[in-house]
């Protein structure tokens, strides 16, 4: 195993800290008052325009890809795992370097399965950083953590596919730019389980599709949105499928791996945020005579989330490495691995981050709140702990069956 950066990792590394620090986090303020001032919490504050062509401007622009394709030269995934890092810190890095969730995933299976008409149509401006998108799966109506349960219908009919169904939680449909859903339903329920999904590709403004509500996260209207929606006899041509009709099921694992991986980079980048704020804040705050920073257990606070993140850290580099190295499929159990230990590690340390900070950690002045509420969604999205759990507890029992 060699944990070595690359050269060019390092170089992006160094620009993409200075990009942080000239940019984004001065940004972080600027975004959330213009959205106040829009009156609209999901409108698209301009400041993001301004980011996102700097990011460009500086090569700092889809690192995500691991494919060398036409569009992008493709970092390793080991390569990319410290410039998400760097991204996670802020709440609107991601989007700036056209590397943010759902989009990444998108654009990935759009890459491994979209069609050349696809991928003009949809990934093309994707990429430029034109439009976004969504992903269309979990319903109100089954148990979504087992995707064998997904009750919409995608129906052929002549040249069409009609979609029929109830969809929840569908992250970034609220977005002004978003303009194409990738909707998992069932093409034949009589088919085995795993080959009933198909996927296709819904544009937004298809007549059918409906936005009833955006879902709170603790309270939080997320500028992107979690929508609750309907599909009511949507119609689309045949060619917006992706892949094969009955391969909805291992498009969803293609793109959830990556996915995951790219939720705990960048997780792990917020927990180093947090830490950083706990520490300056216990220099800052000297309740009872001393400061928080000499109190044994606020040393026991940082020493553990110290400790924790870099476990963590490794333990994500080396899933990045093995999906480098041996793929996806091989790196399954570390990927499920990561995701139940990430977001759990870092909950503990916002949750720290935010005692030290006394009444302000729950409060809008510092980013720790909405950190914590977004964290502890993750601990549902794409894929509950407990069914992380259940692959890795099966795989293990196999191997010492009697
Ligand atoms: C903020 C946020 C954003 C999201 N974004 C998207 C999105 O963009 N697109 C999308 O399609 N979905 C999205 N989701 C939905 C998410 O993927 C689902 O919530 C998740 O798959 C679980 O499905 P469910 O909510 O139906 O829970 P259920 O399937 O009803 O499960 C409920 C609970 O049962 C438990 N459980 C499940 N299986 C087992 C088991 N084998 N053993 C023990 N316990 C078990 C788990 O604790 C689980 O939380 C998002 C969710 C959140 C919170």
Known sequence: MDFSLSPRCQELQTQLTQFMDDHVYPAESVYEEQLAASGDPHSHPPIMEDLKAEARGRGLWNLFLPHKTEWTDGLSNVD???LAEIMGRSPIASEACNCSAPDTGNMEILTMFGTPEQQERWLQPLLEGEIRSAFAMTEPAVASSDAT????????DGDD????????FISGAMHPRCQVLIVMGKTDPDAPPHRQQSMVLVPMDAPGVTVLRNMLVFGYDDAEGHVEMTFEDVRVPVANLLGEEGGGFAIAQARLGPGRIHHCMRTIGAAERALELLCRRAHARSPFGKPLAEQGVVQTWVADARINIDQARFYTFYAAWLMDTAGNKA???????????VPNMALRVID?????????????????????????????????????????????????AP
């Open 80 to 82: 990319y795992a410290p």
């Open 352 to 400: 720290d981050a935010m005692q030290v900070h006394g009444a302000m950690g729950v409060s809008q002045d510092t980013p720790l709140a909405r950190m914590f509420g977004w964290i502890r969604a993750l601990r549902f999205a794409d894929g509950p702990d407990e069914v992380h759990r259940l692959s890795i507890a099966r795989r293990e029992l196999r191997r010492w």
């Open 149 to 156: 349960t997904i009750e919409c219908s995608i129906r052929r």
């Open 161 to 168: 596919y009609v979609i029929n169904g109830h969809k929840w």
């Open 331 to 341: 790196a399954r159990n570390e990927i499920s691995g990561i995701k139940v230990a």
